[in-house]
């Protein structure tokens, strides 16, 4: 796939056979694998796209942008449906609630808004980060959501109460994170070449005390492993 600008994030549908590219020139490809051909291109956006997330069912994708805006696809047609001004700055992240009824929206202003997925008013507002949110999601039970911000921590929220249930303060130049199937552990990239995996299936118990094993090798992993239980 060959971009003119930064490709800055990309989506595959459940099934592996098309993946959506998003791009610094506001572009998002919609590319068929199996047969190598563009199907659409969505334009837009008139900033650098940050980030794409899918609903569950497929039916819709929602971009966020250095424009301020977040922006909902039709994909049964591939057309524009709503653009959002998120009125926070740039958007840096977007993540769909496991039932499709909810968008998370992670914004520059140092704050996350949880939308309405069929009407797209806003629901709850998360602050509490002191700088910008990079990414957001939610846990597959859709009852907390986690964000990591540029201050170098993440912090699960409980959707229900807005309250911060955990926050993980350890990091160095957080770069990313990603929720492994299992739904309990969370993965961690910071600027160490250290990958750190945090249990998060304790939510509602005590704290336990930091379990760490070291010196673990993999194929792909490599270096320590550092598993913190909570």
């Not at 949110?133 to 109460?161: C, E, P």
């Not at 160095?172 to 070449?193: C, R, S, V």
Request: hydrophobic fraction near 40%; charge should be positive.
């Amino acid at each position: 796939v060959y971009k003119r600008q930064a490709i800055t994030s990309i989506v595959f549908n459940r099934t592996g056979s098309l993946i959506f590219v998003a791009s610094a020139d506001g572009e998002i490809t919609v590319w068929d694998i199996e047969r190598g051909t563009k199907i659409k291109v969505l334009k837009g956006h008139e900033k650098a796209v940050s980030g794409i997330a899918l609903n569950r069912s497929e039916t819709k994708l929602a971009s966020c942008s250095y424009d301020g805006t977040v922006k909902i696809w039709n994909l049964t047609n591939f057309t524009l449906a709503r653009t959002i001004n998120m009125k926070g700055g740039r958007v840096r992240s977007v993540a769909y609630s496991y039932d499709g009824n909810h968008l998370a929206v992670g914004l520059n202003n140092k704050s996350i808004r949880v939308l309405n997925a069929n009407n797209y008013s806003s629901e709850f507002l998360f602050m509490g980060h002191r700088d910008v949110i990079y990414q957001v999601a939610l846990t597959f039970d859709d009852h907390y959501l986690i964000s990591g911000s540029m201050d170098n921590t993440i912090r699960i929220w409980d959707m229900k109460t807005g309250q911060v249930q955990k926050s993980f303060n350890e990091l160095a130049n957080f770069i990313n994170f990603e929720l492994h199937p299992n739904g309990k552990d969370l993965y961690i990239a910071d600027a160490t070449p250290i990958l750190k995996i945090w249990d998060i299936s304790a939510l509602h118990s005590k704290p336990s005390e930091k379990e760490i094993v070291k010196n673990i090798e993999a194929p792909i992993l490599r270096g320590e492993k550092e598993v913190f239980k909570i």
